[in-house]
């Protein structure tokens, strides 16, 4: 069964770097987003992407953070300057079509540690 | 503003009775409503989800959801529990009169099934 997978599993980084987490949706889904899940709490929406642009982002999907398909196959997140509140898991989820039926897949996540 | 609720924390069951999560949701126009579980260190499964239709909505693992529209309710059930069903549950709802690109999560239910 295909599925959404993501690299790197573990990232540790200093505060004010730079990280691109990435992911490889399912190979026919259209519609990509990513989320965020602060340790013990829940999963919050970042953005969401089709047709290589943001379809909707969050009051969380400020400045700092990117979104990009570079190619055919992934699609990243990128974070440019670190901030210690930015540590949780990112999960990165994909689906066939719009309209908002459509089932979600996500990937494991990544859990990003800043220190 | 769409939100969605699970009053409850931590829901405890003995093996073999029937469990109950609940969810309340609130959106603006007709909800597309979804369950996923997450075991430990692991990204979430999709179980089940309401789009239109019949109330009662069966998903994997023999879990089962009712979609009450006046009490804005999708409780999920299962007939007798599992200590393998032992998880976290997040009812998850999309506004599908805005797109339905953005999920909103709960804060998710920790079900412990008690053999």
């Known amino acids: 069964e295909p599925e959404v997978t993501q690299t790197p599993s573990h990232q540790v980084t200093q505060m004010g770097q730079e990280v691109i987490l990435r992911c490889v949706p399912i190979?026919?889904?259209?519609?990509f987003y990513w989320y965020r899940q602060i340790l013990g709490q829940k999963v919050e929406f970042l953005v969401s992407?089709?047709?290589?642009?943001?379809?909707?982002k969050s009051e969380i999907f400020d400045d700092q953070f990117s979104v990009e398909r570079p190619d055919g196959s992934n699609f990243t997140l990128k974070i440019r300057s670190t901030k210690l509140e930015d540590s949780a898991m990112y999960f990165c989820?994909?689906?066939?079509?719009?309209?908002?039926?459509?089932?979600?897949?996500f990937g494991p996540g990544t859990r990003l540690l800043v220190l | 503003a769409q939100s969605v609720a699970q009053p409850e924390d931590q829901v405890n069951v003995a093996e073999g009775n029937p469990l109950t999560v609940k969810c309340t949701y609130s959106?603006?126009?007709?909800?597309?409503l979804f369950w996923y579980v997450q075991y430990p260190n692991r990204g979430l499964q999709f179980l089940l989800k309401?789009?239109?239709?019949?109330?009662l909505v069966k998903g994997s693992y023999g879990f089962e959801a009712e979609f009450n529209k006046s009490q804005t309710s999708f409780h999920l059930k299962k007939p007798s529990a599992l200590v393998s069903d032992s998880a976290l549950y997040f009812c998850?709802?999309?506004?599908?009169?805005?797109?339905?690109?953005?999920?909103?999560f709960g804060a998710g239910t920790r079900l412990f099934v008690k053999a």
């Open positions: 190979s026919n889904h259209l519609y």
């Open positions: 309401y789009i239109t239709g019949d109330n």
């Open positions: 998850a709802v999309r506004d599908r009169s805005t797109g339905g690109f953005k999920t909103i």
């Open positions: 992407f089709y047709n290589n642009e943001i379809s909707e």
């Open positions: 989820a994909s689906n066939k079509a719009g309209g908002g039926q459509e089932t979600q897949y």
């Open positions: 959106v603006s126009g007709n909800p597309y």
